[in-house]
């Protein structure tokens, strides 16, 4: 019984690592897609922000100027979406997988030439984001080895549930919620209410970019003590997924985080323990993010507008 409470709590402990990221992207996706604009560039947005998280947290010592810094770089990209797909009208498929691609291509640069390399920029303990309540249970009963793996764990961890309940809050207790969802479903019907659709989708979008950063940043100075070209890879398709899986509500895409953060963590678990391929195991993220796509893409209240240019009559 001993044994399963540990492999439980490992499970546990690593899940809890691997959603935080997923969900910062993903309450990021819920308030582009809400708002009306598809954005695929959210793994472009990650990248961007895991870089520069990492960059200024590694030149000032400091994870939480690290951390925000992340949050703006995506939240750049951010604004260079809403730009072209918003502003000019741009197809929103196509400008989400340029800033895909041109996310990588800058970091990796601009690595190249603070660095002069391109693989790795490390990060010691004290530029990481802290962790809390180490050290404050009783590691030597199975009991407390449980209790430490469930509650000591990184503060953005904690500052991502709490992200949750704020964002939820925002989009059903709030005008500009309302508002927000109103541009998603029934843009012309909002313009006639006074409202600036174009300015809502592009505010919405820049924050989906700063959440985006976020999540990246949350990768290398939380999750790794490092940023590498592969560090975001696939993970802004997952959170996409997680929000279409959840109903583009904020509630349903924490559900989905969870379930694709415990599949990573039992990713973790099973290729450190068991004796199947670890290419097989390293798959299991990825398999059931088809298999949840196959099942609920059709199921999920699309917004009426989303993907929609609008046109602002005249």
Known sequence: ??????????????????????????????????????????????TAGAFT?????????????????????????GAIHALATVRLG??????????????PG???????????STDTIPLTSEQKIPMLFRGVFDTSTVFGRFMDNVFANY???????????????????????????ACGEHPQACETLGINV??????????????SGLGGACVTMATSNQFRPISIVGQGFIAIAAVIFGKFRPQGALLGCLLFGFCS????????SSGVNMHLISMIPYVVTVIVLVLFVGKSHVPSANGKPYIKSK
């Open 265 to 272: 963590g039992l990713k973790v678990v099973l290729g450190g």
């Open 155 to 181: 503060a953005t961890t904690y500052l991502v549930f709490l992200a949750v309940i704020l964002v939820w809050f925002i989009f059903y207790k709030t005008r500009f919620g309302l508002r927000l969802r």
């Open 53 to 77: 998280g990492t960059v200024v947290a590694y030149f000032t010592g400091n994870p939480w100027i690290g951390f925000i810094c992340g949050g703006l770089a995506g939240m750049l990209f």
């Open 198 to 211: 174009i300015a809502m989708r592009f505010w919405c979008v820049c924050i989906s970019g700063f959440l």
């Open 1 to 46: 019984m001993s044994g399963f409470i540990s492999e439980f709590g490992i499970i546990l402990y690593a899940t809890l690592i691997y959603t935080p990221p997923l969900l910062y992207a993903a309450l990021g996706s819920c308030f582009s897609e809400v708002s009306g604009v598809v954005n695929i560039g959210i793994e472009g947005m990650m």
């Open 106 to 116: 800058i970091v990796i640069m601009i690595a190249k030439v603070l660095f002069n």
């Open 90 to 103: 741009a197809d929103q498929t196509i400008a989400g997988t340029a800033i895909n691609m041109l996310g």
